[in-house]
């Protein structure tokens, strides 16, 4: 009974400070349910459908070959395979609402009996039930054409099948979830299509012959056997030595692979977010920690009392242990509870984005798990916080000992010109140990938005920093004839707007190494690769791998590697290693020369990437192109539409972190404020005895919280400087990203302290209006 | 003909506690004058104290008016009520209410700043000159947890002079003091008061009170009756004392 009645008590009397963990751990079991919950039901969900969908353990995009049948079997005689299931498709470059595509789209039969795919209803807010069939003239899209091009319901899109304006354009119907290729993530996009639209293209093509601008392909899914032992990596090299597959491939990717694809959003976002959930886990363990510690001195004499009347220091302890317990406990049920509906909200915002409806279900093994683990933790850091309790005696209580009396003077001096900075300094510094939690809160914070904001700028305005990342080298523009277009020719166009910088060719046949297959980029300019380790393939006998082929095979600078084109293979030295995150990274670099080596040579196989002197006429330039010589040319700029949907992701996230920064300022502010307030009850009414008013306190007051933001923010922007570029990179490897390197400019590095410092003082200024309140007669209680 | 420095009309303080009132102070009428030693007596609970803050402006009234040199000060803003603390009113307490994390001198100088009492080096020199006239210049590097309770009470002094008061407020400031102590705080308050200084003090101890060229007798929240003395060291300490506690004894003190 007396401990209800303690708890009681404490709980009415440090209401305040409890009120503000309660907010504080619902917060962060909000955000970390949502996140958690969105990332494993993402990798579930994605790998579920995939399987669901009929996506082998590999799947091959393959194109132009008129034995379907024949290819299936000889793969299928492979004892290796258990079964190979195609699926028909046409290779197409599309446009939709004035914006060409950057890559082909593939226009993918419907076929409702297979039950392959889902669809969603109008409004994209949940699914429906599939159509019992497309009709022609009608298309079903991936969600993420709306981020991408701005979609709607009864926009058209048009496909250029062949020269001479023989296109398909087809009517958006609806929406349909594409696990492979929904995400705004990936350039290639699929379209679902009639049967009688799919024999039209298919008509144009054949007709078209040599002026035909789409291809016939199909999709393998190549099943494994189940006695099969071989890797996905093995499968692909048995495959490409014993079959034709390699003669046709457009590409082959593992299910992992695929999957991988599509949650570089989800997971490059929900890491960032966790990562910052978690940083908000140490903010509120700060918080407490100086919450306990003041609690412990302010109750000091009740508990010396208690201990009078019989009381023992664990069952003080139990007590503080219960009161922090309680709110906490409620906050963390109430944010896990508040997770729920949290989740469906990000997954419907980002629907448009990732191009899938992740189940909002939450795992609730994994909520009750990370409730316990974070209670358990809260609890046990209670406990050690408490400590101080065993020392309380009822004598030392009596005498009104406490650990707060000042033995050890602090320079500088408390007077002088500026004397309000001073007094501030001198008092933040004499009481530093009150204000460590708001230091090491404003570090956190300041580090963890200078880290975002670095990734922000390194991504730009325009997204070039991703681009460059996901190029194999940099450009303005870049132009790739279909036809018998010359270079000449579509220069001409291009001076009209602006000068010429530069130039150079680019080709990315698909191209095995050590028998898989990968995306060769064959540039014949070699040192414009962006090489980390070694340097670059000059010689007809070099290559240079990404650190991630690197890893997959255990191969580094100097080793030898086979590399197969499609007109022979030949032994090729690693001469080094360069960053492309093109295909998350599985692709490898060669000089001109290297590759006709082994591959075909043919005019429309490269891509002409210029550097422009006005880099701004990209824009005119490219329509004027597109309109002049129409399906003959492929343009492309230095950027992709999925890009504006991450540009707008990154800023969504800077926006809440910035959010959930300044709630977290509010209340370490509020909570450490009061408690100084509390503690400094009688200093406040000496100063106004002397003749400070209110305002001057309040500014005092104020000032110790911005000079400690700046110093924590000061550490936070340093430590942001020294790790942001190997943390991040450690974490955009996931994506195939490994040479991020931020250049944020002042206002960039300078931010984040600005915030944390404004908003420190400006809540510091907010809670010490209870300064006006100290009435002088404080000095008579004595 | 004496000059009124500070003068209380009616002046009234009710508390309120558990929504039940109880009336401290009755409609008191008092002048304190210029150059005056004005002592407050009374039993316990008689409202001394809260006469005190209601004069200094450092409690609200609840009825009546104060007026500091012919400005009505219950009627200040905060802002200016703390600048007519800094810069004309003093104060001692019984707790010496030094800020704790500040060295005496500290102490005394940033009281300085806050009346604005010279530049940096006028208020360095002059807290330096007030704390060896406090014979605390010894302690003046000290925090006020590193020092005696004189030492204390006389920086809090050379606090309180640190603005040139026009009036120093000082309650029951030898209530926590040894006797030695106390008669040093005692004569230095004397001297001051020689040298010009108006006070106001509030006390119980007949020897301190006996410091004061005028006492005023506070009995159930009105002033019953008042003494006046000359200034202390003129005449014979013996006699004044048996004055002050005959006058006393026909208070019922």
Known sequence: ?????????????????????????????????????????SENYIGSELDRSGYGELTAWVENLSDWAGLKN???????????????????????????????????????????????????????????????????????????????????????????????????????????????????????????????????????????????????????????????????????????????????????????????????????????????????????????SSTIASDFVNMGILKTVGLDSGRLRLLQLLQYGIPASVGLIIGFWLSVPLE????????????????????????????????????????????????????????????????????????????????????????????????????????????????????????????DAFNPADHDIGVQSFGELTQEEFEKTILQYTDITDTYVLAMPTASL??????????????????????????????????????????????TVTVRGDSGSGEYIVSGIYSCANDMGDNFGMNREGYLKIGRDHPNLWCWHYFLADSSQKGAITEALESAYGGDIHVHENTWPGLFGIISAMQALLVLMYALVIVFILIVTVMTGSKILLAEQKDLGIYKAIGFSSSNLRLTFALRFAIVAVLGGLVGTLLAAVITDRIVSSVMKLAGISNFVSHPNFIGVVLPMAVVTLFFAAFAGFVSGKIRKVPLTVLVAD | MKNTILCGKDIHKTFTQSGEETQILLGIDVDIYEGDFTVVMGSSGAGKSTLLYALSGMDTITGGSVTFKGQEISKLSEKKMAQLRANEFGFVFQQTHLVSNLTLFENVAVAGFAAKAGNAKEIREKTDMLLL??????????????????????????????????????????????????????????????????????????????????????EDGKILDELNLPPYGNDDLKARENNVLSWLSSLGW
């Open chain 1, 1 to 41: 009974m007396e401990n209800k009645i303690l708890l009681k008590a404490n709980l009415k009397r440090h209401k305040g400070a409890l009120f503000g963990i309660f907010i504080l751990t619902l917060l962060v079991a909000a955000a970390l349910g949502t996140v958690l919950t969105v990332w494993t039901n």
């Open chain 1, 74 to 292: 000889s793969i299928e005689a492979l004892d290796e395979i258990g079964r190979v299931e195609t699926q028909s498709l046409i290779y197409s470059n599309y446009t939709a609402n004035e914006m060409e595509s950057d890559s082909e789209g593939q226009l993918i039969t419907y076929i409702p009996t297979e039950n392959r795919y889902r669809f969603f209803g109008d409004d994209l807010s949940g699914y429906t039930q599939p159509p019992e069939s497309i009709l022609p003239g009608e298309v079903y899209v991936s969600p993420s054409m709306v981020s991408m091009f701005g979609i709607k319901l009864g926009d058209e899109i048009t496909f250029p099948i062949a020269r001479a304006g023989k296109n398909l354009t087809l009517t958006v119907k609806g929406f349909y979830e594409d696990v492979y290729m929904g995400s705004s993530m990936i350039g290639m996009k699929g379209f679902l299509i009639s049967e009688a639209d799919r024999a039209t293209a298919l008509d144009l093509i054949h007709n078209a012959g040599i002026d035909a601008l789409s291809r016939d392909g199909a999709m393998l899914h190549i099943f494994p056997a189940k006695e099969s032992g071989l890797t996905v990596s093995e499968l692909n090299s048995l495959l490409n030595e014993q079959t034709a597959l390699a003669e046709y491939t457009e590409s082959v990717h593992s299910k992992d692979a695929i999957a991988g694809f599509m949650l570089i959003l989800q997971n490059a976002f929900s890491g960032i977010l966790l990562a910052f959930v978690l940083v908000l886990l140490f903010v509120v363990l700060i918080v407490l920690s100086h919450s306990i």
């Open chain 1, 344 to 467: 469906s909200m990000v997954i419907n915002a980002t629907l448009t984005t990732t191009g899938v409806l992740i189940p909002a279900t939450p795992s609730l093994l994994f909520m009750a798990t990370a409730f316990i683990s974070i209670l358990l933790l809260l609890a046990l850091f209670i406990f050690i916080r408490t400590r101080k309790i065993g020392k309380i005696t009822p004598m030392k209580a009596i005498r009104g000992e406490t650990d707060g009396t000042v033995t050890k003077i602090t320079k500088p001096a408390a007077f002088g010109s500026n004397i309000h900075f001073r007094l501030a300094f001198r008092q933040l510094l004499s009481g530093k140990s009150r204000y460590i939690g708001a230091f090491v809160v404003a570090l956190l914070l300041v580090f963890f938005a200078s880290l975002v904001g670095r990734m922000d700028s390194w991504l730009g305005p325009d997204g070039k920093g991703m681009m």
């Open chain 1, 514 to 559: 050590n028998g898989i297959s990968y995306t060769a980029n064959v540039i014949d300019q070699p040192e414009r690769f962006h090489i980390l380790e070694g340097r670059t393939c000059t010689a007809d006998n070099e290559i240079v791998i990404t650190e991630f082929i690197a890893a997959n095979f255990g191969i580094t600078v100097g080793d």
């Open chain 2, 133 to 218: 006239k406090m014979h605390a210049e010894n302690a003046k590097d000290r925090l006020p947890s590193q020092v005696s309770g004189g030492e204390a009470q006389r920086a809090a002094i050379a606090r309180a002079m640190i603005g040139n008061p026009g009036l120093l407020f000082a309650d029951e400031p030898t209530g926590a003091l040894n006797k030695a102590n106390s008669e040093e705080v005692m004569n230095l308050l004397t001297e001051l008061n020689h040298d010009g200084q108006s006070i106001l003090m509030v006390t119980h101890d007949v020897r301190a009170a006996m410091h004061g060229n005028r006492i005023l007798y506070l």
